[in-house]
T-cell receptor
Framework: GDSVTQMEGPVTLSEEAFLTINCTYTATGYPSLFWYVQYPGEGLQLLLK?????DKGSNKGFEATYRKETTSFHLEKGSVQVSDSAVYFC??????????FGRGTSLIVHP | GAGVSQSPSNKVTEKGKDVELRCDPI?????LYWYRQSLGQGLEFLIYFQGNSAPDKSGLPSDRFSAERTGGSVSTLTIQRTQQEDSAVYLC?????????????FGPGTRLTVL
């Protein structure tokens, strides 16, 4: 079946550091790919998405590019802020109506 | 417009009691999902509704769990004879059509604690 693997956390960075959170997927066909963010005490919310190969999703300074050849959708941000501290979930959604989520990566940003 | 709402936000119950969790999806969204999130774990899929029907109940962990959706809108997740391992945050999400490109819109969750 489909699966999503993302790097284990927590990822701990200083403010203004560069962020990468790796995500790879296995799926039949060509799924849509998503990054969701969960701030403390809240539900998940969409951060960005890409629906076809080579698409780049971007939002709030975060970017991720759909790489079919490496089956990856790594999340990047050039300069993180304390307010980016949250749990980040990578997800894929293909022919099934049920998205597949990764286990989540906790990001902690120190001032 | 209004987002997905869930009630109650917190529920503490004693082992063996039944609980009902409620989800109000975004108006017009035909697809509705229930997930469970245990401490430090990812999202565990429980059940999916398209309209009022549930084509996929494969994630329900046992026959103590059931869910229904009425009028293509509100859904309730019922857990009978609760056990301590049922303690978790229960998340509801809705999406416009349930197709693969849809964004899921999540509620804030219900934190269930079984003593």
């Amino acid at each position: 079946g489909d699966s999503v693997t993302q790097m284990e956390g927590p990822v701990t960075l200083s403010e203004e550091a560069f962020l990468t959170i790796n995500c790879t997927y296995t799926a039949t066909g060509y799924p849509s790919l998503f990054w969701y963010v969960q701030y403390p005490g809240e539900g998940l919310q969409l951060l960005l998405k890409a629906t076809k190969a080579d698409d780049k999703g971007s939002n709030k300074g975060f970017e991720a590019t759909y790489r079919k050849e490496t089956t990856s959708f790594h999340l990047e941000k050039g300069s993180v802020q304390v307010s980016d501290s949250a749990v980040y979930f990578c997800a894929s959604s293909g022919g099934s109506y049920i998205p597949t989520f990764g286990r989540g990566t906790s990001l902690i940003v120190h001032p | 417009g209004a987002g997905v709402s869930q009630s109650p936000s917190n529920k503490v119950t004693e082992k063996g009691k039944d609980v009902e969790l409620r989800c109000d999806p975004i108006s017009g969204h035909t697809a509705l999902y229930w997930y469970r999130q245990s401490l430090g774990q990812g999202l565990e899929f429980l059940i999916y509704f398209q309209g009022n029907s549930a084509p996929d109940k494969s994630g329900l962990p046992s026959d103590r769990f059931s869910a229904e959706r009425t009028g293509g809108s509100v859904s309730t997740l019922t857990i009978q004879r609760t056990q301590q391992e049922d303690s978790a945050v229960y998340l509801c999400a809705s999406s416009p059509t349930g197709t693969g490109t849809d964004t899921q819109y999540f509620g804030p969750g219900t934190r269930l604690t079984v003593l």
